[in-house]
C-alpha cells in the first residue's frame, strides 16, 4: 500500500480475534498505534496451530510477492487454549505436536530458506491464560446433555510453559499471561472471575493486561517499535497550522525500523 | 497481501481517528468484519480536506503500484468538521473550497484516467456532526487567554448540506450524522450533550448510531459488502471439527465482490 504503513499482526485463536472486543488487545493496539502502524487481526477462534499453520501459510505476506503489500512489523503470536483441550476433542494438539507447530511457526519466519522468511519482523509470545474450571464446568453441564470438564488446569499449565521455553530457547520476548492472570487470581480458580467471560474467555481486565504488557516488551525488546518512538506517519496538525510549507509539511514521515 | 483480505478504509479528520476508541466505529466495524475485511483507518485529527487531499494521495493504493496490496473495498469519507471551522482558524475551508476538494477527492477515485481510479471501491459519505456552542463555547472560554467560539451551527449545517449534495449528485449513499444527532437531540443544543465528549468529538453513543447507519447503508446499497454476505476467510471451527478434508477446508474463501 503506498504511504508505507506497517502493521502489527496477531495470529490466534478466538482470544486474538475477540481483541476487537471494546477494551480488548487489538482495540487498544489500534487506537495506540493509530496512524503510525496498523493492526491486522487473524484471530481464529477455535483453532489450534495444526490448523493455524494451514492459514498461516495464506496469510503472511509471503517474501516472493514482488512488494506491494504491508510489511508486518511485529507479529503476536497466542496460542495453546485450543491445543491444550482435552481428547476426544478434535481440537486437541498433543503437546509434542503443540510444540512442533509453534516452532515450524518460528522456521517460516527466520529460515533464509523459507517463503515466509521475513528478517524484518518482530516476534512476541503469549501464553495461553488459564481457564476457569467452575465457570466453563458449569456452562459445559448446563448443556442437553451435559458435558464433562473439557479442560485440565495441569495440561493448560503445560502448554503455557512449552510457550515460555520456546521463547527462551528462541530469544523470543513472552507474556506470561497465564502466569499473570493465575497469581492477579490469587493462585486459586475462585479467583479468575475477575478476568474471564465464560471460564474460557478474557474481559477487558485481563486485556488491559496483556496490552500493558505488550507495550513494555515492545519498549524492551524492540524500542523502535514503541509507540512513542514511531512517528505519525503524516504531520500531526499542531504543525499544519504553524506551517508555511503546506504541500513539504505533508510529506509522509514513514520511519523504515 | 496473501490471503486476499480487504479492506474497509475510513477517510476524515479526529471523528474518524477516534473511531479506535473502546465503542468507536471503526472498532465496531473491526469486530463485525472481523476475519471477512480488515478495517484501515486513516483518520486524521485536525485535519481539513486541503491538507487531507495531499494525504490521501500517499495513502491510497495507487493502480499502477503492481498489485500485491489490499483492495479497498469499501471508502468511508467524513469530512467538514474542521473545514467548517471559522476564520481566521487555520483549518478553515471556505464552502466552495471545501466542495472543491470532495469533488476532486471523488474524481481522483473515479476518474479512469487517475492514478487512484479504482472501480472496486465503494463509497459512503458521512456528514460532519453538529458541534455543541454550550460545551465548546464554555471549553474555549475557559483557556487563557479566552477565545471566542470558533465554530456556528448554520455554518456547520451548510457543510453537511454540501455533503449531501454531493452524494446526490454522485449517486452516493450518504449517512446524514448531522441530521442524526441534531434531531436525537430534540433540534436543541442542550439535547446534544448526550451525543458529545467536549462539545466537537462524539461519543460512543454517537458512533453507535453511526455504525448502525453504515451497516445498513451497505446493507441497501452494497448488499454484496454487508458482513452477513461475506464468508469468513478461512472457514469456522465447528466446521473443522466435522470436516475430514482438513487441509482442503482450510483453503482460503475470499470472495473478490
New interface residues.
Given amino acids: 500500500?503506498?504511504?508505507n504503513?506497517d502493521a502489527i499482526m496477531l495470529i490466534g485463536d478466538s482470544l486474538t480475534?475477540g481483541g476487537?472486543?471494546?477494551?480488548g488487545f487489538?482495540?487498544r493496539l489500534?487506537?495506540r498505534y493509530?496512524?503510525k502502524m496498523?493492526v491486522?487481526?487473524r484471530?481464529?477462534?477455535?483453532?489450534n496451530t495444526?490448523?493455524a499453520l494451514?492459514?498461516f501459510k495464506?496469510?503472511?505476506?509471503?517474501n516472493d510477492?514482488?512488494?506491494?503489500?504491508?510489511k508486518v512489523k511485529l507479529l503476536i503470536i497466542w496460542f495453546g487454549a485450543n491445543d491444550a483441550v482435552l481428547p476426544p476433542?478434535?481440537?486437541h494438539s498433543p503437546l509434542p505436536k503443540f510444540k512442533e507447530n509453534m516452532h515450524t511457526l518460528i522456521s517460516l519466519l527466520r529460515s533464509p530458506s523459507s517463503a515466509y522468511h521475513s528478517p524484518h519482523t518482530r516476534l512476541l509470545l503469549i501464553t495461553p491464560p488459564p481457564f476457569s474450571s467452575l465457570q466453563r464446568g458449569s456452562i459445559l453441564a448446563s448443556r442437553t446433555p451435559p458435558e464433562p470438564l473439557d479442560r485440565d488446569q495441569a495440561v493448560t499449565r503445560a502448554y503455557a510453559q512449552a510457550v515460555r521455553e520456546l521463547g527462551e530457547e528462541q530469544a523470543i520476548p513472552v507474556v506470561d499471561m497465564y502466569t499473570l492472570l493465575w497469581e492477579g487470581a490469587g493462585g486459586k480458580e475462585e479467583g479468575l472471575d475477575k478476568w474471564m467471560q465464560d471460564g474460557l474467555h478474557v474481559n477487558?481486565a485481563a486485556y488491559e493486561v496483556l496490552y500493558d504488557h505488550i507495550v513494555s516488551t515492545v519498549k524492551t525488546h524492540y524500542p523502535e517499535l514503541h509507540p512513542d518512538n514511531l512517528p505519525f506517519v503524516?504531520a500531526?496538525?499542531?504543525e499544519?497550522?504553524r506551517t508555511t510549507d503546506?504541500?513539504g509539511t505533508?510529506?509522509?514521515r514513514y520511519k523504515n525500523v
Fill in positions: 500500500m503506498a504511504g504503513m480475534q476487537w472486543e471494546p477494551g487489538a482495540q489500534a487506537y493509530a496512524r496498523d491486522l487481526n484471530g481464529l477462534s477455535g483453532y495444526e490448523w494451514e492459514v495464506q496469510t503472511f505476506p509471503r510477492g514482488g512488494g506491494g503489500g504491508q476433542k478434535v481440537q477487558a503524516f500531526p496538525w499542531d499544519m497550522i503546506v504541500k505533508l510529506q509522509s
